[in-house]
């Protein structure tokens, strides 16, 4: 049995990981993203975790989830099968007991008894496993009591300070309580104490509500520590709650410093507030301590960024002089940005402890992605953001931020081309508002987080100029700061050797795109050659090239590489029986990629609708809607349709992941055109009695096509569902719109 290594500070910075494991109460019912994730039956995610090359993992043992009757009543076989596991492994666990949570339904954060009881659970907990050392009885004590008291979102979903304050008070207590019957089992148990850490800015007229913010963000970590006493900066602000001074000043006669203080960081975590609402159309308004302000994340509105977690880290260790370690670094972005933010967090930390700060390690957070952080976990919306691995695909898929982590865990050079470029959070992009003032230029606060250049990064290579696929690709890239090359046909030949040699020669390209090809199905009965030359002998020279110079090559293909035959949604895995040409020319071009590159990605889909065009069918159903004219639809071909750039926006993902094979991706709703059509009349607001019903043999069509070719995944359903995709499809096309309009009336007045 391995022997699980304990952070030392002579040590090179360790790797840790952490698993989302909150159990938050919302009213009476409870969210628990173990079991959205499928961790609570997967004892099998411990060997991947163990993959990562992780010294520790922030693992859960919870009281909702082991004692939900009583402590009396604790059934041990989960946290049996998964500890000595992991101590097998050679990885620490640092147990967690209660995340995010009120305790069980017989508790609640303002249950004078809650400290009592956790305390209870922690010691059964120390005396079933008297090996584990490292401990977070209770994970953010200061923003679940935020989220619960005083914000309202989790239960007892009190608005004021007393109950915020209330349920913080409970929640440290129970930290001492509970490490004191853990010691009593392990007398060298170790508190790893975790809390969000940011910093507050604003305006000069909101300066005292930053301050007392910025005081406020220790409150938790001070009364562990025995700080807070009548020379406490908050002390008056404690007492005005009415609870008695003899409950703060307990903390002082009874103080559980931590061995380790554990910093949880967000793009979120930093604040800005503005007095100045008009700034700010259709932003929520707060009402605190007799000011109106906007609370939003600085790097929405600062012209400068702010600088990181590097001085937060500094700010802590000049505190409290208490090891550190970043307990949560997560961001809720795009694939290369995740990897980017990991990389900015892990470099800052490498930093300061250059520096003399004490910073034992970086966590990485949510193995396993989360579910519906975007709605604070209030209700279940299905909203998923992965983490080194993907749970949407059935069985955990590792992402590009898995072997980022292993390179990072085996001391490896980050040569991942998307690393060159800056986060989202330090482009000009990320201003949403008008943006508050600094002449400053946008990157030169951190000079090392350059903006990459066509000359310092490989590009993607992307074909297609002329068309919707390639056009759409070059537009996200740019959002993503992705750097490519959008090649036309004259610059790029893809069925000619030569010309496929000489572009990757001149542009040394890491990956290709292959957006281009032959689209007009009905015209390739009578055009098989040239649909053949552009859908299947370029996608094979592309793959040759490919493969011998190790480039990664996305390629796509079509649901009409079946023949329609069953009533349910095609998966990868099933037999292709092309019905016409375009078919044949796509099934043949799927043999001949897989054959010569097994490493390509090929993307199968279907339908596509998108903002970036006029003549997708949604778009040109609607047109002809609203001007009152018939529109043609028919009743029995059942498709899945494709929202563009969600389609982009996938594809690039798995590309970054280096992904292969054939994978499915459509907006995952089989329904006919003509439901289609309905569909995004009614979300429209327009009326559809224009819809002419057809049968698909009065439509006149050259081709046959399948009755039924809806593709579903056996990978994964990484797209958003169609619904959602209509509403952005929609929301989009109306700022258009919205923007046409101002610009006429613009030029108008010019």
Same mark, same amino acid.
């Given at each position: 049995?391995?022997?699980a ?21 919302? %009213?009476?019912?409870y ?7 499928g ?6 995610d ?13 693992y ?12 009396? *009543?604790?059934?041990?076989?989960w ?7 992991? *101590? ?18 017989y ?34 004590p ?12 989790? $239960? +007892? ?8 304050i ?22 060298q &148990? ?25 005081a ?23 007492t ?18 931590p ?19 008009e ?10 301590r ?10 929405r ?30 961001i ?7 990897m980017?933010?990991l ?22 957070w949510?193995l396993?992605?989360s ?11 299905? $909203? $998923?953001e ?30 991942h081309?998307v ?12 201003i949403?508002?008008?943006?508050v %003032? ?15 250049t066509?000359?310092?990064? *490989?590009?993607?290579l992307?074909?297609?100029?002329s068309?919707t ?18 090649l036309?046909?004259?610059e790029?030949?893809?069925?000619v ?8 020669s ?9 957006a ?8 390739a ?13 370029? +996608? ?28 349910? +949604? ?15 020319s796509?099934?043949?071009?799927e043999?001949?990629v ?6 390509a ?14 003549y ?5 159903a609607l047109? &002809?809607?609203?001007?009152? *004219?018939?529109?043609?639809v028919?009743?029995d ?12 926006? &996938? ?55 399948? %009755? ?12 958003p569902?169609?619904?959602d ?13 919205a ?12």
């Amino acid at each position: 049995m391995k022997q699980a290594k304990k952070p030392a500070r002579g040590e090179e910075l360790a790797l840790w990981g952490g698993l989302e494991c909150t159990v938050n109460r919302v %009213a009476d019912e409870y969210f628990s993203q173990l079991a959205r994730n499928g961790h609570l039956e997967r004892l099998c995610d411990l060997e991947r975790f163990a993959s990562l090359g992780i010294r520790a993992i922030r693992y859960p043992v919870l009281w909702e989830h082991m004692a939900p009757d009583g402590v009396d *009543q604790i059934n041990w076989q989960w946290s049996d099968a998964r500890l000595p596991e992991l *101590q097998a492994r050679g990885i620490m666990p640092i147990v967690g007991l209660v995340h995010h949570g009120s305790g069980p339904k017989y508790t609640s954060l303002t249950d004078p008894n809650f400290p009592e009881q956790l305390a209870a659970f922690a010691a059964a907990v120390a005396r079933r496993y008297p090996w584990v050392e490292y401990y977070t009885p209770v994970n953010e004590p200061l923003t679940t009591a935020r989220f619960s008291g005083l914000y309202g979102l989790w $239960y +007892p979903h009190g608005r004021d300070d007393a109950v915020f304050i209330e349920a913080l008070l409970n929640q440290c207590r129970a930290v001492v309580l509970s490490m004191r019957e853990i010691r009593r089992v392990t007398p060298q &148990a170790k508190l790893v104490q975790t809390d969000d850490l940011g910093k507050t800015y604003s305006t000069a007229r909101l300066s005292d509500v930053a301050e007392f913010y910025n005081a406020r963000r220790w409150l938790g970590w001070d009364l562990l520590c025995g700080a807070v006493g009548v020379a406490h900066p908050l002390w008056e602000y404690l007492t005005s709650t009415g609870i008695p001074a003899s409950r703060l000043l307990w903390f002082k006669d009874n103080p559980c410093v931590p061995d380790i203080i554990g910093i949880n960081y967000y793009v979120t975590s930093e604040r800005w507030l503005d007095n100045r609402l008009e700034r700010y159309p259709g932003h929520h308004v707060t009402d605190y301590r007799g000011h109106r302000f906007v609370d939003i994340e600085p790097a929405r509105v600062l012209a400068t960024p702010t600088p990181g977690v590097g001085p937060l880290l500094e700010e802590a260790w000049g505190r409290y002089r208490v090891p550190l370690a970043v307990t949560e670094a997560h961001i809720d972005a795009r694939r290369e940005d995740q990897m980017r933010w990991l990389v900015e967090i892990w470099e800052a930390a490498r930093k300061a402890r250059q520096q003399g700060v004490d910073v034992r390690a970086v966590t990485v957070w949510a193995l396993l992605g989360s579910y519906d952080w975007n709605c604070l976990v209030t209700q279940c919306r299905g $909203y $998923y953001e992965p983490g080194p691995f993907d749970v949407r695909s059935g069985n955990p898929r590792p992402t590009a931020v898995a072997a980022l982590m292993r390179d990072l865990a085996a001391g490896r050079p980050l040569s991942h081309p998307v690393l060159k470029g800056q986060g989202w959070w330090r482009r000009p992009g990320r201003i949403t508002c008008a943006p508050v %003032a600094t002449g400053t230029a946008v990157a030169s606060l951190y000079p090392e987080h350059h903006q990459a250049t066509d000359e310092s990064v *490989q590009p993607i290579l992307i074909t297609g100029a002329s068309g919707t696929l390639g056009r759409a690709f070059a537009k996200i890239c740019e959002e993503r700061n992705l750097t490519y090359k959008l090649l036309s046909r004259q610059e790029l030949d893809i069925a000619v050797q030569g010309s496929v040699d000489l572009a990757v020669s001149r542009y040394q390209p890491w990956a290709i795109i292959n957006a281009s090809g032959y689209v007009q199905v009905d015209n390739a009965e009578h055009e098989f050659e040239r649909c053949f030359r552009e859908n299947v002998l370029g +996608p094979a020279i592309l793959a040759g090239v490919c493969k011998t110079r190790g480039i990664q090559l996305l390629t796509y293909s079509s649901d009409l590489v079946f023949d329609g035959g069953q009533r349910s +949604p095609y998966l990868e895995s099933h037999t292709v029986k092309p019905l016409n040409n375009y078919g044949r020319s796509k099934a043949e071009a799927e043999r001949r990629v897989q054959e010569t590159c097994p490493d390509a990605l090929v993307v199968r889909s279907s339908a596509f609708f998108g903002p970036w065009d006029n003549y997708n069918f949604i778009t040109l159903a609607l047109k &002809a809607l609203a001007d009152g *004219q018939p529109f043609p639809v028919s009743t029995d071909i059942t498709i899945s349709p494709t929202y563009v750039p969600d389609l982009v926006h &996938a594809s690039l993902d798995l590309l970054i992941d280096r992904a292969a094979g054939i994978w499915h991706l459509t907006n995952a709703h089989a329904l006919t055109w003509a439901e289609l059509a309905a569909m995004a009349a009614e979300k429209a607001g327009i009326d559809n009695a224009g819809l002419v019903a057809r049968a698909s043999h009065e439509l006149g069509y050259a081709a046959a096509r399948p %009755a039924y070719s809806a593709l579903s995944s056996e990978r994964g359903i990484i797209l958003p569902t169609l619904e959602d995709a209509l509403d952005r499809y929609l929301a989009s096309r109306r700022q258009e719109m919205a923007m046409e309009s101002t610009e006429k009336v613009t030029g108008m007045r010019k």
